[in-house]
């Protein structure tokens, strides 16, 4: 959307730049990337199974930023479960 006051953008942004990086994981990474990720397939199984996917979108989204965010830190999947944890 091109949203304008007086003939002028309300943002401008620059452009968007998406770079790739293929990083080699350490072996400590890789176990606890293959942990999360399996944890998050058994959970969208489960979720699967009881044919609760579409009502429980942002759950699937959230799995999916979990094994995401392995990538860039541990403690970004940390915090976000004890935070998630905290909630329930």
Known sequence: ??????GQP?????ELV????????TAQERFF???IEDQ???EFNTLLRNDVI???AMRVLELLLRV???CDSPFLVLNGLRARNERS
Not at 18 to 25: A, D, E, G, H, P
Request: aromatic letters at 6%.
């Open 1 to 6: 959307k091109q949203h304008r006051i007086n």
């Open 10 to 14: 309300i943002v401008q942004l620059p």
């Open 18 to 25: 998406i770079r790739r990086r293929f990083v080699r994981l």
């Open 33 to 35: 990337y293959h942990a």
């Open 40 to 42: 998050s397939i058994a």
């Open 54 to 56: 579409q009502s429980r």
């Open 68 to 70: 995401r965010q392995c």
